[in-house]
């Protein structure tokens, strides 16, 4: 194969790894109500401070996406058990592929609806959910959480009044919030 040739099927494969994404992400948005929008970085440490997770935690991030939040859960209490839940594909693989790679080792990510899980084991919970979604949520944390706490970025739940409100303010990058719940 020529240089030419070889440099044509690269650009080709990442254009169709390019449009399969955007696709996936479409239909994604489009099945749950929520678009695949990863939580940056800089605000994983206030999420962990705000979460306070215990060597008996059992977390969930629902709606986990590429999996950053519960990977950062599981490395900073690798007695607790973490597990992300992602209904779309292409965020779900992300997550997978990131594990794969870089195990960590009390990480579990399961491609699932949350709304089909029992959440009733968990003690500690992360939501990076539109306000529809959430509200549609608040019934079933109500009726199977007991003693468990509630972290959402950005967006609270309109029929209950978080514990605790947190902003996060960053020279860099726009202002989030933090809501946290006790359930």
Known sequence: MTAALVGITILSLFIVCGLF???SVMIGKQ?????????????????????????????????CGDGRV???????????????????????MLARIRNFFHPVKNVVIRRANFNDI????????????????M??????????????????????FRNRAANRTILVKN??????TLYVYEF
């Open 118 to 133: 029992s959440l009733s084991n968990a003690t500690h919970i992360f939501l990076y959910l539109f306000p529809p979604v």
């Open 21 to 23: 994404a955007l696709v």
């Open 171 to 176: 020279e860099k990058h726009r202002a989030h």
């Open 70 to 92: 519960v990977r950062s859960v599981a490395k900073s209490e690798p007695r607790a058990r973490a597990l992300g839940v992602e209904l779309v594909f292409f965020p779900y």
């Open 135 to 156: 509200d549609a949520l608040l019934p079933k944390l109500e009726s199977e959480l007991r003693g468990a706490r509630v972290v959402s970025c950005d967006f609270p």
């Open 31 to 63: 099945k749950t109500g929520v678009p695949f929008l990863p939580i940056p970085s800089h605000l994983l440490e206030e999420i962990l401070g705000a979460l306070e997770i215990a060597p008996e935690s059992v977390f969930y991030d629902l709606g």
